[in-house]
């Protein structure tokens, strides 16, 4: 989608990247480690001050303590930290649990395994879960189960109890949970992260993935962080130095500023995504989309059986050729025929002036 926005000249609501600058600071640090030649390698699981700064943070934020030594993996993003994680843990034949919609990694990361995937559906308008279907989806061949809270594309953020209905059947069926949590900064209407991990039984069984990506609008640096037990984490080192021996070193550094920002940094990160949010609402409630209001993440998924298209792809078509808007087919984060063919994702993560034209393009849009 990208592409095609790049092709046609349309406003990109389609991928999730910023379009406003990082935060000074980080720049700042990120330029002064090159100018003192921290260009070499890093230690391959990561520069001691930026796995002690992310010990520090999780002991800050959650009271959860985390050994910079031994259970802390620095990588290539959170992307590499998910398939380094997944590779450590999975052999073929494994089942893997996958809550669709998902984020489209997910999926192939399993089977590159040569695991399986087993889908339980996210339903609107809330995108709860059946935890009859959940209890299916797992078997005596169930390695893991996979959760994204904030979530990508949908915005739910896992209540305690749910997560406490997951933790459940991860101890009753000898399951890893393996988590997501790079949105967890972003956050609405007085929603709450709560890491899995964080749950009694679950400390030995979990494995955290998270990333400055997201938090610091720095998507492009590819700086992210595996939290884990010991043995576990002893695992992930040894694929991830084997697919990427280790993250970009200045920027290790700056990272490791980053996690160092005071509280008033994420209230202030929320409350202006909190904003952008309520516009991006606003614009595409009266273009005639029916909205799923996010909880957090940065990101709102629609409905939008209104218009009378085709299909999801036929729309986002489209949207970049006639309106000149970019968004993302909702079909795209479905594994099971015909999911998503009626909905579509945007992204608000974009300056004012980004999202006022996209206000104006999408005023455009013809209803059946």
């Known amino acids: 989608m990208t592409r095609l926005a790049m092709r046609q000249g349309a406003t990109n609501l389609a991928q999730g990247f910023p379009d406003f600058p990082a935060p000074a600071v980080l720049k700042q640090a990120a330029t002064q480690a090159i100018a003192d030649d921290i260009n070499q390698y890093a230690i391959t699981w990561g520069a001691k001050p930026l796995r002690d700064s992310v010990a520090a943070k999780y002991l800050r934020t959650y009271g959860m303590e985390f050994d910079p030594e031994r259970e802390i993996t620095v990588c290539c993003g959170a992307t590499e930290g ?92 000898d399951a890893l949970a393996i988590t997501d949590e790079i949105y967890e900064h972003i956050l609405y209407d007085g929603a709450v992260h709560i890491p899995i991990a964080s749950l009694d039984g679950m400390r030995e069984r979990s494995i955290l993935v998270n990333s400055m990506s997201k938090t610091y609008s720095v998507t492009g640096w590819r700086v992210g962080w595996v939290l884990a037990p010991p043995d576990l984490t002893d695992s992930i080192r040894k694929v991830h130095d084997f697919l990427t021996v280790g993250a970009a070193a200045p920027l290790q550094q700056a990272g490791a500023v980053a996690l160092g920002l005071d509280e008033g940094y994420y209230q202030a990160l929320s409350a202006e995504y909190g904003r952008r949010r309520d516009h991006m609402l606003t614009t595409l409630e009266s273009a005639g989309f029916r909205c799923f209001r996010p909880a957090g993440a940065y990101y709102v998924m629609t409905d939008i059986s209104a218009f009378g298209a085709a299909s999801d792809l036929a729309f986002v078509r489209y949207l970049i050729d006639t309106i000149g808007v970019a968004a993302v087919p909702g079909s795209s984060f479905y594994a099971q025929p015909g999911g998503g063919d009626r909905q579509v994702r945007f992204c608000f993560c974009k300056k004012y002036e980004t999202l006022e034209i996209a206000r104006h393009q999408l005023a455009k849009i013809q209803r059946a």
């Open 82 to 173: 998910m398939i380094a994680s997944l590779m450590a843990v999975l052999d073929p034949g494994d089942e893997v649990v996958l809550f669709e919609p998902f984020y489209e990694n997910y999926g192939p990361d399993t089977q590159l395994c040569g695991a399986e995937p087993r889908y339980v559906r996210l339903r609107e308008p809330d995108w709860s879960f059946d935890p009859d279907e959940l209890r299916r989806a797992f078997t005596p061949r169930t390695k893991a189960i996979v959760l994204n809270s904030p979530n990508n594309p949908t915005g739910k953020v896992f209540t305690r109890a749910e997560l406490e209905s997951i933790a459940a059947l991860c101890q009753e069926f």
